[in-house]
């Protein structure tokens, strides 16, 4: 069975430090990844997905992550942080066969940034 | 672009009433989700519809949760009866394919408290 697994379930950073959250999934096909976040009192945006090719990806509000087929990891980084990136963040992984499906998320991890 | 609507966006019921949700996908969204998420869990999903057409709704409690899409466009979400263990977080995304692959966009939620 297909399943996203997030290492920390709560981070706590102070302004300006790097970040890597972490993401490993099981799945032996071809994969979408996707890390959503989730600000207090707001619904699940999208920050960056991977399909296909470059496996280092780039999405909004200076993120990035990493696809590694070997590791079966996804994780996600920004080199500083600030404070309004306090938020839970969640990854995701559908299976690449079909145009459409399901997304699998991991359980989430909690993003503290102090300022 | 206007999101994904939901309502309501909190709804307080006792155990073994009955309660809808509505969701409202972003215009042209062919695929519409609903996804429970449970408190300090990644979203998983209940039922998938294309159009108005069930693809995938494995992972529905059809003893007490119904969905229906008539028109390909609005979708409800119902539960009856409630039981205490459906105490979560509703949302409903719309997907759209572009480029390499399908993404999902999410609604703000509806948050059921079975007491």
């Known amino acids: 069975a297909q399943s996203v697994s997030q290492h920390n379930h709560h981070v706590i950073l102070s302004e300006a430090a790097s970040l890597e959250l972490g993401c490993n999934y099981s799945y032996g096909g071809t994969v979408n990844l996707f890390w959503y976040v989730q600000y207090p009192g707001q619904h699940l945006q999208l920050l960056l997905k991977y399909f296909s090719g470059d496996p280092l990806v780039k999405g909004i509000k200076g993120f990035e992550a990493e696809f590694i087929k070997s590791k079966f990891s996804f994780n996600l980084r920004k080199p500083s942080v600030q404070w309004s990136d306090t938020a839970e963040y969640f990854c995701a992984l559908r299976h690449g066969s079909g145009n459409t499906g399901k997304l699998i998320f991991g359980q989430g991890t909690t993003l503290q940034v102090k300022p | 672009e206007a999101g994904v609507a939901q309502s309501p966006r909190y709804k307080i019921i006792e155990k073994r009433q009955s309660v809808a949700f509505w969701c409202n996908p972003i215009s042209g969204h062919a695929t519409l989700y609903w996804y429970q998420q449970i408190l300090g869990q990644g979203p998983k999903l209940l039922i998938q519809f294309q159009n108005n057409g069930v693809v995938d709704d494995s992972q529905l409690p059809k003893d007490r949760f119904s969905a229906e899409r008539l028109k390909g466009v609005d979708s409800t979400l119902k539960i009856q009866p409630a039981k205490l263990e459906d105490s979560a977080v509703y949302l409903c995304?719309?997907?759209?394919?572009?480029?390499?692959?399908?993404?999902?966009?999410f609604g703000p939620g509806t948050r059921l408290l079975v007491l």
């Open positions: 995304a719309s997907s759209v394919i572009a480029g390499w692959g399908e993404t999902q966009y």
